[in-house]
């Protein structure tokens, strides 16, 4: 009886095993992917520069990444200057916004 049962925990762990190797694997083929739409990110913001390797193209900022930085400063204890900033850009919240100045409402947020 004992040894069935040593047998069947044996059977369970390499079961969980291999769920966490496969788990594993997984996740290093998706930061294989991330590095490679990087690298591809990169090279082509080179080749559309000045040739110098400096990147001149801005990269598109999403109300959802401005929403992140706001609610991380809110967090932060920051809420009533987040709140003067929206009303900076003449918002008394984020959907008023315009999209045009997320990316200058950002760098404006990182310095609170």
Same mark, same amino acid.
């Given at each position: 009886?004992?040894?069935?049962?040593?047998?069947?925990?044996? $059977?369970?762990?390499?079961? $969980? +095993?291999? #769920?966490? /190797?496969?788990? +594993?694997?997984? #996740?290093?083929?998706?930061?294989?992917?991330?590095?490679?739409?990087?690298?591809?990110?990169?090279?082509? *913001?080179?080749?559309?520069?000045?040739?110098?390797? @400096?990147?001149?193209?801005?990269?598109?900022?999403?109300?959802?990444?401005?929403? /992140? $930085?706001?609610?991380?400063?809110?967090?932060? !204890?920051?809420?009533?200057?987040?709140?003067? #900033? *929206?009303?900076?850009?003449? /918002? !008394?919240? *984020?959907?008023?916004?315009?999209?045009?100045? +997320?990316?200058?409402? @950002?760098?404006?947020?990182?310095?609170?």
């Amino acid at each position: 009886m004992m040894g069935q049962a040593r047998i069947e925990r044996k $059977i369970m762990m390499k079961e $969980i +095993y291999m #769920l966490l /190797a496969d788990g +594993y694997e997984k #996740l290093a083929q998706g930061f294989l992917t991330l590095a490679q739409q990087g690298k591809e990110v990169k090279e082509k *913001l080179e080749n559309e520069g000045s040739g110098d390797g @400096i990147y001149t193209t801005e990269l598109e900022v999403t109300i959802e990444m401005v929403r /992140a $930085i706001l609610a991380k400063k809110s967090q932060e !204890g920051k809420i009533s200057e987040v709140k003067d #900033l *929206l009303m900076k850009y003449d /918002a !008394g919240k *984020l959907s008023g916004v315009n999209p045009k100045d +997320y990316a200058s409402l @950002i760098k404006e947020a990182e310095l609170l």
